[in-house]
C-alpha cells in the first residue's frame, strides 16, 4: 500500500537531452523541500499558500562548485493537480542535473513517486474521475495530432460526461421504483405504469449498448491504424504496396494474375501517421476461366485460392481503412466493404489516356510514382477524420468497456422484470447494479484492483 500523504519525487518530462527538464513534488513537505537550497533572483515576501507563484533563481546541489539555474513553481493545496501542496523545478534538461536534483529531494525526506502516482493522487483527492486519469496516460503516449486532439477531448470530459447523464438518468428510475417499494399502499404512487418503465430502463440498456459499440470501434486505434489494399487480381496492388512502403518493399510483381496468395505487411508513415498497409490475395473468381493462366492450372490452385480468400476476408473484416484498387474506368466500384471505411483506387493511369470526364477516384501509378503522395495524404486524412468523429471514444480502455457491459446487462435484466411482473426489490436490485458499474467506470465507486489496473501503466512522474 502507498502511502499517499508522503512526499513524492520524480522527473516529470522526458528522457534525453532537451533544454529544460522538469522535477516534480507532490506532498505536505513540497515547498520547503524545493526552497532548502534554492536562492531567489528577487528576494520578496512569498504568500502563506502560493498557488501559481513562478520564481526564477539558483539551485546549490551538493557536491557541484557552481549553482544550477532554474525555475520553481509553487501550488499550495487544494489549488493544483494533485490536490496537495506540489512544487516543481525547472532546471536545464541534463540528465546529470535532474538526477542531482531527484537525488537532494530524497535526502531531503521525500521518496521516488511510483508509475502514475501524482495522477493517482489527483484522482484520490477528487481533481480528476478515472477515464480522465486514462486520458492523462492517452495525451502522453498520442503518436499522431488526431489522436493528442482527441485524448485532449476526452481528457476534458469527453467519456465521462455521456456516462455521468446516463447514472442521473439510471438513478431517476431507481427513485422511482424504490418510491413504489416505500409507499407500495399508496394509491397512484407508480406514476410511470409498469409498460412505460420497462421502456425506460430498455432506452436506458440501448444507450448503453451505442456507447460500447462505439467504443469498440474506436478500439483499433489504440494499435497501429491497419490500411488494407483490396482489388480484382492483377489490379496493379502489390506494385502500390511498393510504392507506399519505400524501403520495407517486398511484395512479389507480376503481370501473371493471382500471384498474389498471402498477405504482406509495412509500417508506412502517412504525413506524421504511422499506419499498418496491408497487401492481399486479389479477387479470382474468373482466374479459373483462363486457360493459359499457369498459376489458375496448378492442380493446387484452388485450394490456395480459398485459404488466400479467407485469409484476405479475416483482415478486411478488422481493419480500418481499405484502399479499392482498379485498374478499369468503369465508375462503379462493383464492390463495396459495409461498415469500414474505403478509398477508391484508380491504377496503372500510365498505361491508358486519361478519360474526358475523370472519375471520383484517386489517380495512381506506382510505376510512375504518380499519385503516390497525394494517396498518402487521403490516408491520412480518412483516418484522422474517422477518428476525430469518435474522439470521445478513443483509447477506450478494456476496464470501461467491461463496467458498461455490466450495466447494460443488469439494465436488460432490470426490464425484463418490470415487463415479466416480477417483485420490484428485483428490479431495484438490477439498476443498484448497474449504478454500480457504471460509477466503476468514471471512479465513482472503486478498488484498490481497479486503482493498480489503471495507474500501473502510467510513466514515472506524470
Same mark, same amino acid.
Given at each position: 500500500?502507498?502511502?499517499?500523504?508522503?512526499?513524492?519525487?520524480?522527473?516529470?518530462?522526458?528522457?534525453?537531452?532537451?533544454?529544460?527538464?522538469?522535477?516534480?513534488?507532490?506532498?505536505?513537505?513540497?515547498?520547503?523541500?524545493?526552497?532548502? /537550497?534554492?536562492?531567489?533572483?528577487?528576494?520578496?515576501?512569498?504568500?502563506?499558500?502560493?498557488?501559481?507563484?513562478?520564481?526564477?533563481?539558483?539551485?546549490?546541489?551538493?557536491?557541484?562548485?557552481?549553482?544550477?539555474?532554474?525555475? #520553481?513553481?509553487?501550488?499550495? *493545496?487544494?489549488?493544483?493537480?494533485?490536490?496537495?501542496?506540489?512544487?516543481?523545478?525547472? *532546471?536545464?534538461?541534463?540528465?546529470?542535473?535532474?538526477?542531482?536534483?531527484?537525488?537532494?529531494?530524497?535526502?531531503?525526506?521525500?521518496?521516488?513517486?511510483?508509475?502514475?502516482?501524482?495522477?493517482?493522487?489527483?484522482?484520490?483527492?477528487?481533481?480528476?474521475?478515472?477515464?480522465?486519469?486514462?486520458?492523462?496516460?492517452?495525451?502522453?503516449?498520442?503518436?499522431?495530432?488526431?489522436?493528442?486532439?482527441?485524448?485532449?477531448?476526452?481528457?476534458?470530459?469527453?467519456?465521462?460526461?455521456?456516462?455521468?447523464?446516463?447514472?442521473?438518468?439510471?438513478?431517476?428510475?431507481?427513485?422511482?421504483?424504490?418510491?413504489?417499494?416505500?409507499?407500495?399502499?399508496?394509491?397512484?404512487?407508480?406514476?410511470?405504469?409498469?409498460?412505460?418503465?420497462?421502456?425506460?430502463?430498455?432506452?436506458?440498456?440501448?444507450?448503453?449498448?451505442?456507447?460500447?459499440?462505439?467504443?469498440?470501434?474506436?478500439?483499433?486505434?489504440?494499435?497501429?491504424?491497419?490500411?488494407?489494399?483490396?482489388?480484382?487480381?492483377? *489490379?496493379?496492388?502489390?506494385?502500390?504496396?511498393?510504392?507506399?512502403?519505400?524501403?520495407?518493399?517486398?511484395?512479389?510483381?507480376?503481370?501473371?494474375?493471382?500471384?498474389?496468395?498471402?498477405?504482406?505487411?509495412?509500417?508506412?508513415?502517412?504525413?506524421?501517421?504511422?499506419?499498418?498497409?496491408?497487401?492481399?490475395?486479389?479477387?479470382?473468381?474468373?482466374?479459373?476461366?483462363?486457360?493459359?493462366?499457369?498459376?489458375?492450372?496448378?492442380?493446387?490452385?484452388?485450394?490456395?485460392?480459398?485459404?488466400?480468400?479467407? #485469409?484476405?476476408?479475416?483482415?478486411?473484416?478488422?481493419?480500418?481503412?481499405?484502399?479499392?484498387?482498379?485498374?478499369?474506368?468503369? /465508375?462503379?466500384?462493383?464492390?463495396?466493404?459495409?461498415?469500414?471505411?474505403?478509398?477508391?483506387?484508380?491504377?496503372?493511369?500510365?498505361?491508358?489516356?486519361?478519360?474526358?470526364?475523370?472519375?471520383?477516384?484517386?489517380?495512381?501509378?506506382?510505376?510512375?510514382?504518380?499519385?503516390?503522395?497525394?494517396?498518402? *495524404?487521403?490516408?491520412?486524412?480518412?483516418?484522422?477524420?474517422?477518428?476525430?468523429?469518435?474522439?470521445? /471514444?478513443?483509447?477506450?480502455? /478494456?476496464?470501461?468497456?467491461?463496467?458498461?457491459?455490466?450495466?447494460?446487462?443488469?439494465?436488460?435484466?432490470?426490464?425484463?422484470?418490470?415487463?415479466?411482473?416480477?417483485?420490484?426489490?428485483?428490479?431495484?436490485?438490477?439498476?443498484?447494479?448497474?449504478?454500480?458499474?457504471?460509477?466503476?467506470?468514471?471512479?465513482?465507486?472503486?478498488?484498490?484492483?481497479?486503482?493498480?489496473?489503471?495507474?500501473?501503466?502510467?510513466?514515472?512522474?506524470?
Amino acid at each position: 500500500m502507498l502511502d499517499l500523504e508522503s512526499t513524492i519525487v520524480a522527473i516529470a518530462s522526458a528522457s534525453g537531452a532537451s533544454p529544460r527538464g522538469i522535477v516534480r513534488f507532490s506532498g505536505a513537505d513540497s515547498h520547503a523541500i524545493a526552497f532548502k /537550497t534554492f536562492a531567489p533572483v528577487r528576494r520578496e515576501p512569498i504568500p502563506p499558500k502560493p498557488s501559481g507563484l513562478w520564481l526564477a533563481g539558483s539551485l546549490k546541489l551538493p557536491g557541484w562548485f557552481s549553482p544550477v539555474p532554474v525555475d #520553481l513553481s509553487l501550488w499550495s *493545496a487544494p489549488r493544483s493537480y494533485t490536490g496537495q501542496d506540489m512544487a516543481e523545478i525547472h *532546471a536545464p534538461g541534463s540528465q546529470p542535473i535532474l538526477d542531482a536534483i531527484v537525488d537532494l529531494g530524497l535526502t531531503s525526506g521525500a521518496r521516488r513517486a511510483e508509475r502514475g502516482e501524482f495522477t493517482l493522487r489527483a484522482f484520490l483527492h477528487g481533481k480528476l474521475d478515472l477515464t480522465a486519469a486514462e486520458a492523462v496516460h492517452a495525451v502522453v503516449a498520442a503518436e499522431s495530432p488526431a489522436r493528442l486532439e482527441s485524448a485532449l477531448k476526452r481528457l476534458a470530459g469527453g467519456i465521462s460526461t455521456p456516462v455521468e447523464r446516463l447514472r442521473d438518468r439510471v438513478l431517476d428510475l431507481l427513485a422511482h421504483v424504490e418510491a413504489n417499494l416505500d409507499f407500495a399502499e399508496e394509491p397512484d404512487v407508480d406514476e410511470l405504469g409498469r409498460e412505460r418503465l420497462a421502456a425506460a430502463i430498455d432506452r436506458e440498456a440501448a444507450a448503453i449498448d451505442e456507447l460500447i459499440a462505439r467504443f469498440h470501434a474506436r478500439d483499433r486505434f489504440q494499435s497501429l491504424p491497419k490500411v488494407v489494399l483490396a482489388g480484382p487480381a492483377n *489490379a496493379g496492388k502489390s506494385r502500390l504496396f511498393n510504392a507506399l512502403a519505400g524501403s520495407q518493399a517486398s511484395a512479389l510483381v507480376s503481370p501473371i494474375p493471382g500471384t498474389t496468395s498471402d498477405t504482406l505487411h509495412a509500417i508506412v508513415d502517412c504525413l506524421g501517421l504511422k499506419i499498418e498497409l496491408v497487401d492481399t490475395a486479389g479477387f479470382v473468381e474468373d482466374l479459373f476461366d483462363d486457360a493459359d493462366n499457369k498459376i489458375a492450372s496448378h492442380e493446387h490452385a484452388p485450394t490456395i485460392a480459398r485459404s488466400a480468400a479467407l #485469409l484476405r476476408d479475416e483482415i478486411l473484416a478488422e481493419c480500418d481503412l481499405v484502399l479499392l484498387c482498379k485498374q478499369s474506368l468503369d /465508375t462503379n466500384p462493383w464492390i463495396s466493404f459495409p461498415g469500414r471505411s474505403s478509398l477508391l483506387v484508380w491504377t496503372k493511369i500510365d498505361l491508358r489516356d486519361p478519360p474526358s470526364d475523370p472519375p471520383s477516384a484517386l489517380a495512381t501509378s506506382a510505376s510512375q510514382g504518380i499519385g503516390v503522395d497525394r494517396l498518402k *495524404a487521403a490516408i491520412a486524412s480518412r483516418l484522422n477524420d474517422d477518428l476525430r468523429e469518435n474522439d470521445a /471514444t478513443d483509447s477506450m480502455s /478494456t476496464r470501461c468497456r467491461e463496467g458498461l457491459s455490466k450495466a447494460s446487462l443488469a439494465l436488460r435484466s432490470a426490464a425484463e422484470a418490470v415487463a415479466t411482473s416480477f417483485g420490484d426489490e428485483l428490479v431495484a436490485l438490477d439498476l443498484r447494479l448497474a449504478l454500480e458499474e457504471l460509477g466503476k467506470v468514471v471512479g465513482a465507486v472503486y478498488t484498490d484492483d481497479i486503482l493498480d489496473r489503471v495507474f500501473s501503466r502510467f510513466c514515472i512522474g506524470k
